[in-house]
């Protein structure tokens, strides 16, 4: 019974990285990377480990349904990083997307935001088109360092999505070139 009602946003997503060629396996829960972004207000449900490229895992993140809400899911891709990132200073980035009109409009536009900590990420990131038409398939995208329990970077998609062969080979292109910027310790 309790499997019935479980949500099973994790098993599909995957399913569907499975479908597309990635190879994952699902992971025992209570691991570090699930406290990675991670809020008093949205739990985990759990991590999907990526045995090829530069994300090494996905937590999904969920907000369970309210009064006056519906769910709401986050999906938190980590990129484990070896040189070491500056303690006191947190690269934050994200989209900001333009639209037709506003709320209800189509997304005609992409361009990246916040403190890049001078690592260049803003100009790199907002000229490339395969970067561009990835979040204007799968939704908002932020980009932070982590330094806490788990050392490297998150790439938080603000939304569950089924990602298809050319979305997957962008978010590969994003942890590249995050993983080649460079910084200031």
Known sequence: ??????DKTRDELAWMLKHI???VEMVERGGIQEKAENSWYQ??????EILEGPVKWINIL?????KDSPPKWWIVMGIPDEK???QNQELKIKTVRKKTFPLFG???????RGNDQGTGLVDVLSADEGVKSL???IGNLEIKSQSNSFQGWTLTV???FQPMPPEWEAIQKIADYILSSPRNV
């Open 158 to 160: 603000d939304r569950k």
């Open 43 to 48: 739990r985990s449900l759990g991590i999907i």
């Open 84 to 86: 070491p990132l500056p």
């Open 1 to 6: 019974m309790k499997e019935r009602f479980r």
């Open 106 to 112: 189509k997304v005609v536009g992409v361009t990246w």
């Open 135 to 137: 979040s204007k398939a």
């Open 21 to 23: 060629g990635v190879k």
């Open 62 to 66: 969920k907000r369970d349904r309210s």
